[in-house]
Nanobody, 126 residues
Framework: QVQLAESGGGLVQAGGSLRLSCSAP????????MAWFRQTPGKEREFVTA????????SYADSVKGRFTISRDANKNTAFLQMNNLQPEDTAIYYC???????????????????WGQGTQVTVSS
């Protein structure tokens, strides 16, 4: 089972920033749209953001627009999630996902993604 490798989670005060990274095998990354989801206990996995295979198209949940930025680096086979002005309600386990697809496609449903990371905890204190 292919696993994506996430890093960068941690504890931060409200208003602070974190940058999450997600690395994937090259044969996967180069063909995949990438996304971040998050989940809190007892709730469904929630879409946060996605970026198309060619990086030209992005999508954000309303709750993170203007604060979070997704990007990807083909040379490193890595996707990033820059999170600024973090708030306590952003506390969750963040998961990276990848889906093999065409250049400008992305998806917002967890069900559509083929590969997942193990998750990284982000905790924002008030």
């Amino acid at each position: 089972q292919v696993q994506l490798a996430e890093s960068g989670g941690g504890l931060v005060q409200a208003g602070g920033s974190l940058r999450l990274s997600c690395s994937a095998p090259g044969r996967i990354f180069g063909r995949a749209a990438m996304a971040w989801f998050r989940q809190t206990p007892g709730k469904e996995r929630e879409f946060v953001t996605a970026i198309s295979r060619n990086g030209a198209v992005t999508s954000y949940a309303d709750s993170v627009k203007g604060r979070f930025t997704i990007s990807r680096d083909a040379n490193k086979n890595t996707a990033f999630l820059q999170m600024n002005n973090l708030q306590p309600e952003d506390t969750a386990i963040y998961y990276c996902a990848a889906k093999s697809t065409i250049l400008t496609d992305y998806r917002i449903r967890a069900f559509d993604y083929d590969y997942w990371g193990q998750g990284t905890q982000v905790t924002v204190s008030s």
